[in-house]
Every structure is written in structure tokens, then in C-alpha cells.
Nanobody, 120 residues
Framework: QVQLQESGPGLVKQSETLSLTCTIS??????????WSWIRQPPGKGLEWIGY???????YYNPALKSRASISRDTSKMQVTLRLTSVTPEDTAVYYC????????????WGQGTQVTVSS
């Protein structure tokens, strides 16, 4: 019922700001039970939660990234945007948007992911 699609630049230079957009299609209902999340996976490593935004536009972030990450919503366009400032090569990863369903404590929908490489 829901499809998520990440988009944005595949290559970003160190110190720049990464901006990624998650486009949501299908069911347009937004509830506080859904956390619209960004998750990333560096090469050869596990998943790392970045943060999420809920329908009321409250945001929460991984403390390790809170100073650099910002998540926003554009409800009219059904988009969720991640901005990550001052990127370094450690930010190289596949970035996913996903919907977390609070009731089941489960990410019930994922995008396919988009590769982002940070270079000097």
C-alpha cells in the first residue's frame, strides 16, 4: 500500500551538505503511529539509524548525528527530506528511507536505497 523511493546525488564532496529526498506514494494517510525514518548502511557494515519525523513534524535523531542531520516533510508533495551537513567519507553509505510502525515495532516499508559516496 505504500512505496518509498530515495533520490539525490550519488556523489558528494567532503564538507558539503547531502540532501536526499524520499518520495512516498500509495496510501497518503499519515499517523503519529508512523515514523518516517532515514537509515544508512556503510559498505560492509550494518544498518545505522539516522532519525525520523512523524506526522506532527516532530523529529528525533541518532545522538551521534543530531548535530548534522535534519529531516523535514513536504506533505503536499509526499516527500521526506534528509539533509546531512559537513559530510565526510565516513558518511559514504547506502541511504534508505523506511516507515516504522510503532504498533508493531517494525519497519513495514522500505525504499530500495540510494548509494551516496563522499569524496575529497
Amino acid at each position: 500500500q505504500v512505496q518509498l523511493q530515495e533520490s539525490g546525488p550519488g556523489l558528494v564532496k567532503q564538507s558539503e551538505t547531502l540532501s536526499l529526498t524520499c518520495t512516498i506514494s500509495g496510501n497518503s494517510v499519515t499517523s503519529n503511529s508512523f515514523y518516517w525514518s532515514w537509515i544508512r548502511q556503510p559498505p560492509g557494515k550494518g544498518l545505522e539509524w539516522i532519525g525520523y519525523i512523524i506526522a506532527g513534524e516532530d523529529t528525533y535523531y541518532n545522538p551521534a548525528l543530531k548535530s548534522r542531520a535534519s529531516i523535514s516533510r513536504d506533505t503536499s508533495k509526499m516527500q521526506v527530506t534528509l539533509r546531512l551537513t559537513s559530510v565526510t567519507p565516513e558518511d559514504t553509505a547506502v541511504y534508505y528511507c523506511a516507515r516504522y510502525y510503532r504498533v508493531t515495532s517494525y519497519y513495514d516499508y522500505w525504499g530500495q536505497g540510494t548509494q551516496v559516496t563522499v569524496s575529497s
